[in-house]
């Protein structure tokens, strides 16, 4: 009888016992998945300085390539000397899409003031490399750049100048200080010629050397098609040029000199913006603000000056470039169906709403056209998975714009209606069932 007393006793006990058994486990669970929750948290850091930011107005583009292309989930900066202007920051992802980080868009920062942080990055797609545009306010400024993954850290190099798929082709800024050097000699020259009486001997000799100068010019100019002056320079160079032929002695050498020298350059430039260097990012929007630029400095000018008829050839070449490069970042995107007719629509409103009389009007119904040739070729691949219901709802938006051929090309509209009215699930479904 006492055994089984003490059994009784023993076995109250035990199950006395369980829930704290039970509650410590739990505990111990819990306390395992706040670690796992942690680490899944934990950011590890890496960190590149980009020294000898350029003071140049508008500053220099400087890339952190990232030795292995990792998802980031934010970025920091903060001044090591100096005052540092940051106009942009992009991310680039392994399907060379970019990434604006907002909270570096025009920020200045010195090195006594905090840490400056993007906002939460929160992205699944892989970066391989950081663009970020810098200045330098008032004097030399270098910058500590971080980069954060729940992954690994982020192991950053910043690239050299020459880096890249083709490291011949780049951008010297030693090659803007050779043509320098080679333009003070051209100068020298063209004003012994130009404060010469017209006709004397002191003027013919002047004009000889000067047109010397001017051909050294132009073949070192051309000399190395894979090297290239800076865009800022090769630009200042062509308005330098043009202002010079404008003010030059009618029928001179230096008339004919200058002209010859803008021409050439601007032909250069042209081949460097079609060569595709790593140094020179030429999109679409750049040239049409360079295009703008000139067209500016065209109508400053007399209608009948030698300057306005350099801008207007100047013009027009660039503008006919501008489509083609614009689709070449089309083709790089990979644009759904929504975000290439958003483009797309975009550049129409931009083509209706320019001066008959502007070189854009025509550029901008190209840019729309190619934009909306990138729509139509999403929505054949991505109507094969909408239901029904999804399909009607676009046919009602679409036949809204088809009815308001103010503001949206009815014929571009009248693609969209096709290929939405030929797609149904109807026999897919009769099929499952």
């Known amino acids: 009888m006492d055994r089984q007393l003490a059994k009784r006793v023993l076995t109250s006990a035990l199950l006395l016992q369980v829930p704290v058994l039970a509650k410590a486990e739990t505990s111990i669970f819990k306390s395992f998945e706040n670690a796992s929750a942690f680490a899944a ?15 140049k107005n508008g500053g220099d583009q400087y890339v952190l390539d990232l030795a292995k292309p990792l998802p980031l989930t934010f970025v920091k900066a903060k001044p090591k000397s100096g005052k540092v202007k940051i106009i942009s920051v992009n991310l680039i992802t392994d399907k060379n899409e970019r990434i604006i980080v907002k909270a ?4 200045t920062i010195g090195e006594a003031d905090k840490e400056l942080s993007s906002e939460n990055l929160n992205s699944a797609s892989v970066i391989t490399s950081i663009e970020i545009q810098a200045e330098a306010m008032g004097g030399n400024a270098a910058l500590d750049f971080n980069a954060a993954s729940t992954q690994e850290a982020p192991k950053l190099a910043l690239r050299s100048p020459t880096s890249g798929t083709d490291p011949g082709n780049s951008c010297n800024k030693k090659f803007d200080a050779v043509l320098k050097e080679k333009l003070d000699l051209v100068q020298l020259w063209a004003g012994r010629a130009e404060s010469s009486v017209q006709g004397s001997w002191q003027e013919k000799y002047a004009s000889k050397e000067f047109n010397k100068y001017v051909a050294d010019f132009i073949a070192t100019l051309k000399a190395d098609k894979s090297n290239f002056a800076s865009t800022d320079y090769t630009l200042t160079l062509l308005n330098f040029f043009a202002e010079r032929h404008n003010a030059s002695r009618p029928d001179s050498a230096s008339e004919q000199g200058y002209k010859v020298m803008a021409e050439e350059t601007f032909e250069v430039f042209l081949l460097s913006i079609q060569s595709d260097q790593t140094c020179r990012p030429v999109t679409s929007d750049s040239l049409i603000k360079i295009a703008l630029d000139f067209q500016k ?4 000018n007399k209608p009948d000056s030698r300057a306005r008829k350099l801008y207007e050839v100047m013009v027009a070449k660039i503008g006919k470039l501008i489509p083609a490069q614009y689709r070449k970042e089309l083709a790089t995107k990979n644009l759904t169906f929504r975000a290439a007719d958003t483009e797309g629509y975009k550049n129409h409103k931009l083509f209706t709403s320019s001066k008959p009389e502007s070189f854009l009007k ?3 119904q190209e840019m729309s056209l190619s934009a909306y040739a990138v729509a139509e070729q999403a929505l054949l691949r991505e109507a094969k998975a909408l239901d029904n219901e999804q399909t ?8 809204t714009k088809y ?6 090309p ?10 939405l009215s030929e797609h149904s699930n109807f026999l897919k479904l009769n099929r499952t069932l």
């Open 297 to 300: 400095r065209q109508e400053a």
């Open 392 to 399: 009607y709802q676009l046919i009602v938006e679409f036949q």
């Open 410 to 419: 009815q014929e571009i509209m009248l693609k969209y209606l096709t290929i």
């Open 41 to 55: 948290q934990a950011q590890l850091e890496g960190t590149a300085r980009i020294s000898d930011i350029s003071r």
């Open 362 to 364: 025509g550029t901008y």
């Open 104 to 107: 570096f868009n025009g920020v």
């Open 403 to 408: 009815n308001d051929p103010a503001n949206y």
